[in-house]
């Protein structure tokens, strides 16, 4: 199997959540790639079943930016601006999910805003589980933090 295929490996959230923020900082090294799954409903199948937000090495990467650069949401959306720090560097992002309403910050900057009732992923849940993907490589997570909103 592929690194990122080996879904056991991935770090999952022990409860579903529906409408929340998830604030989080990682650091991956040169060629870093990573991923941050939400509203999973099956966790042996989190690429057809949830919503991916990816992590990679795109820092001094120009525009136009694609779903596969970090801070895009896989098969949907590639991100506003480049806000990718450099590898080795700590970058915080926030995922914040309400009902169809999608926004992804990362270091401080909007990069995402769409309603995913109107994207290639309109079929995924609104419900389900949080994961932090394990891709084969190294990757670091730390202060992270869900709050669920109404």
Not at 53 to 67: A, M, N, W, Y
Not at 74 to 88: D, L, Q
Not at 90 to 103: A, D, F, I, L
Not at 142 to 149: A, G, L, Q, S, Y
Request: aromatic share 8%; net charge negative; with cysteine.
């Amino acid at each position: 199997e592929k690194g990122w295929q080996r879904y056991s490996a991935y770090l999952w959230s022990e409860k579903e959540y529906g409408d929340f923020v998830l604030d989080l900082e990682y650091k991956h090294p040169q060629g870093g790639n990573s991923g941050v799954f939400v509203r999973v409903a099956d966790r042996d199948q989190p690429v057809s079943k949830g919503i991916e937000v990816q992590i990679l090495d795109s820092h001094g990467k120009k525009e136009p930016l694609g779903h596969h650069d970090c801070g895009g949401v896989i098969r949907t959306t590639g991100p506003s601006k480049n806000m990718a720090k450099p590898a080795g560097e700590w970058n915080r992002m926030v995922v914040n999910c309400r009902g169809t309403h999608m926004e992804v910050e990362l270091n401080g900057e909007q990069i995402i805003d769409i309603d995913l009732s109107k994207s290639a992923v309109k079929d995924r849940p609104l419900e389900g589980y949080v994961g932090l993907q394990d891709h084969g490589q190294p990757i670091w997570f730390r202060n992270v933090r869900i709050k669920e909103v109404d």
